[in-house]
């Protein structure tokens, strides 16, 4: 409480000297500054919108303010923070969703007084760290936005001893120098739990370190290294590198172009990914990925335990790595979401549900949700209400031509309460429209396959022993 005290007592001097001293002195820029044949006109437009941002950002750190994600609208597909706060900077239209196809804002020498001013106000910006909400997630971050080397030298050394929970830098073009000085500066924040740096290159001979830092840190967790690879060999080695970690719980690694088969790295992936015990995310969506390829991650699948979450959307796959799929899900029960298009997953369905019988129902995958729209298996986090509709679903359909009765010997004792149990739950409870697969569920009574029960009641009075009826 004494250092909190020290921090807002250090916070508030600093607020009231740029209230009453301190202006905004970078010049702002009129479509006069630039030359017309070296600028498309969407070019000129950004940059004078950036000039905007750098000083609102600027001016709000001068007063003692920081930026919510949610104000910003800042996100990205699949990322789990709702809430970072801190400096958030990008372009006015960007809203971080897919920025690999986008050029960033162009700099020019026109920029470096703005830039200034900014360091200058990031410089003081650890006194707003130490006043924020201890659960506060402070995230810096640039994107799309280019930053020469010097520039980004410049942000990085009023970086330094800013102890933010989050780096993202997404396509900013600083180079090997860039990326060197990141290094550098994730070695000095202990703090620091997430790093994206999408759409910046990482040349060869950066990966050994970039591995080392990652291994060492204590407390990062979650890597994006989208589309930073692409046409360098060192990519495989990162991506088993950073699974060999066994320490990041998140890595994302899309648009890398990464076909382990091309190289002969499929076993190395597969032993890798096997053997992990802290992923539970991991993204690799277009990188042309093969059948090989599916057929080493599902070998993989069938022995990791702590994986939840599976981005393969984009890639090469046929109906065959869709099979491989599917096998190793008839055997995983700790994926809970695998991402696929939609003729690779169509492969992928028997393992979810089999209906050839009741204990095939009951056996099949009831965890893995595989996004498909009116033909979902499993719904999410309800793998209980999953067995329980698929059972219900067996029932219903051959209750359509009266031969449960048939097929009653065949079931394991066990399984005998949970029929009874789905048919009342269904009873009163008819499935949602969207779940095509299981319309047959609401095309039947009930009380019409409690008859077929009944029907048998003297096998299942057998099975089940002895009732009291007082």
């Given at each position: 409480?004494?250092?909190?005290?020290?921090?807002?007592?250090?916070?508030?001097?600093?607020?009231?000297?740029?209230?009453?001293?301190?202006?905004y002195?970078?010049?702002?820029l009129?479509?006069?500054?630039?030359?017309?044949?070296?600028?498309?006109?969407?070019?000129?437009?950004?940059?004078?919108?950036?000039?905007?941002s750098?000083?609102?950002?600027?001016?709000?750190?001068?007063?003692?303010?920081?930026?919510?994600?949610?104000?910003a609208?800042?996100?990205?597909?699949?990322?789990?923070?709702?809430?970072?706060q801190?400096?958030?900077?990008?372009?006015?239209?960007?809203?971080?969703?897919?920025?690999?196809?986008?050029?960033?804002?162009?700099?020019?020498?026109?920029l470096?007084?703005?830039?200034?001013?900014?360091a200058?106000?990031l410089?003081?910006?650890?006194?707003i760290?130490?006043?924020?909400?201890?659960?506060?997630?402070?995230?810096?971050?640039?994107?799309?936005?280019?930053?020469?080397?010097?520039?980004?030298?410049?942000?990085?050394?009023?970086?330094?001893?800013?102890?933010?929970?989050?780096?993202?830098?997404?396509?900013?073009d600083?180079?090997?120098?860039?990326?060197?000085?990141?290094?550098?500066?994730m070695?000095?924040?202990?703090?620091?739990?997430?790093?994206?740096?999408?759409?910046?290159?990482?040349?060869?001979?950066?990966?050994?370190?970039?591995?080392?830092?990652?291994?060492?840190?204590?407390?990062?967790?979650k890597?994006?290294?989208?589309?930073?690879?692409?046409?360098?060999?060192?990519?495989?080695?990162?991506?088993?590198?950073?699974?060999?970690?066994?320490?990041?719980?998140?890595?994302?690694m899309?648009?890398?172009?990464?076909?382990?088969?091309?190289?002969?790295?499929?076993?190395?992936?597969?032993?890798?990914?096997a053997?992990?015990?802290?992923?539970?995310?991991?993204d690799?969506?277009?990188?042309?990925?093969?059948?090989?390829?599916?057929?080493?991650?599902?070998?993989?699948?069938?022995?990791?335990?702590?994986l939840?979450?599976?981005?393969?959307?984009?890639?090469?796959?046929?109906?065959?790595?869709?099979e491989y799929?599917?096998?190793?899900?008839?055997?995983?029960?700790?994926?809970?979401?695998?991402?696929?298009?939609?003729d690779?997953?169509?492969?992928?369905?028997?393992?979810?549900?089999d209906?050839?019988s009741?204990?095939?129902?009951?056996?099949?995958?009831?965890?893995?949700?595989?996004?498909?729209?009116?033909?979902?298996?499993?719904?999410?986090?309800?793998?209980?209400?999953?067995?329980?509709?698929?059972?219900?679903?067996?029932l219903?359909?051959?209750?359509k031509?009266?031969?449960?009765?048939?097929?009653?010997?065949d079931?394991?004792?066990?399984?005998?309460?949970?029929?009874?149990?789905?048919?009342?739950?269904?009873?009163?409870?008819?499935?949602?429209?969207?779940?095509?697969?299981?319309?047959?569920?609401?095309?039947?009574?009930?009380?019409?396959?409690?008859?077929?029960?009944?029907?048998?009641?003297?096998?299942?009075?057998?099975?089940?022993?002895?009732?009291?009826?007082?």
């Open positions: 409480h004494e250092r909190k005290g020290r921090s807002l007592h250090a916070y508030q001097e600093m607020v009231f000297a740029n209230r009453n001293d301190w202006t002195s970078a010049k702002d009129t479509g006069g500054d630039f030359d017309i044949n070296s600028f498309a006109e969407y070019e000129v437009l950004d940059i004078i919108n950036l000039v905007v750098i000083k609102n950002c600027t001016i709000k750190m001068r007063r003692g303010e920081y930026h919510h994600e949610g104000e609208s800042l996100h990205m597909r699949g990322d789990v923070h709702s809430d970072l801190g400096v958030l900077l990008g372009p006015c239209d960007y809203d971080f969703i897919d920025d690999f196809d986008r050029e960033p804002v162009r700099y020019i020498s026109a470096r007084p703005h830039w200034a001013q900014f200058r106000a410089d003081d910006f650890g006194l760290l130490d006043v924020m909400p201890d659960d506060a997630e402070s995230c810096f971050q640039i994107s799309q936005i280019q930053l020469p080397v010097t520039v980004f030298m410049m942000i990085v050394k009023s970086l330094s001893g800013k102890l933010f929970r989050h780096y993202k830098f997404r396509n900013n600083f180079g090997a120098y860039g990326i060197r000085a990141l290094i550098d500066l070695d000095s924040n202990p703090e620091l739990r997430s790093l994206t740096l999408s759409s910046n290159r990482i040349d060869d001979d950066d990966v050994v370190e970039f591995l080392r830092s990652m291994a060492n840190h204590p407390s990062l967790t890597v994006n290294i989208d589309c930073c690879f692409e046409g360098r060999s060192t990519k495989y080695c990162m991506l088993n590198g950073l699974i060999r970690v066994n320490t990041l719980a998140e890595i994302s899309s648009n890398n172009d990464l076909s382990f088969v091309a190289c002969g790295h499929t076993q190395s992936l597969s032993d890798s990914l053997s992990n015990t802290a992923l539970e995310r991991l690799l969506r277009g990188n042309n990925l093969n059948d090989e390829d599916a057929a080493s991650i599902a070998t993989a699948l069938q022995t990791n335990s702590t939840k979450y599976l981005q393969l959307e984009g890639n090469d796959f046929t109906e065959i790595g869709g799929f599917g096998a190793a899900l008839r055997t995983n029960n700790t994926l809970e979401h695998l991402f696929l298009e939609n690779v997953m169509d492969a992928t369905f028997s393992a979810l549900f209906d050839s009741l204990n095939s129902a009951a056996d099949s995958n009831h965890i893995c949700y595989i996004d498909r729209r009116f033909y979902d298996r499993n719904e999410e986090g309800d793998p209980t209400g999953n067995r329980q509709r698929k059972i219900y679903n067996v219903a359909t051959r209750n031509t009266m031969s449960n009765v048939q097929h009653f010997d079931i394991e004792i066990n399984l005998l309460p949970e029929m009874l149990a789905a048919v009342q739950h269904y009873a009163n409870t008819p499935v949602s429209e969207l779940q095509f697969r299981y319309l047959a569920n609401n095309e039947v009574n009930a009380l019409s396959i409690v008859y077929e029960f009944m029907r048998k009641w003297d096998s299942i009075y057998k099975t089940l022993g002895t009732i009291d009826r007082c």
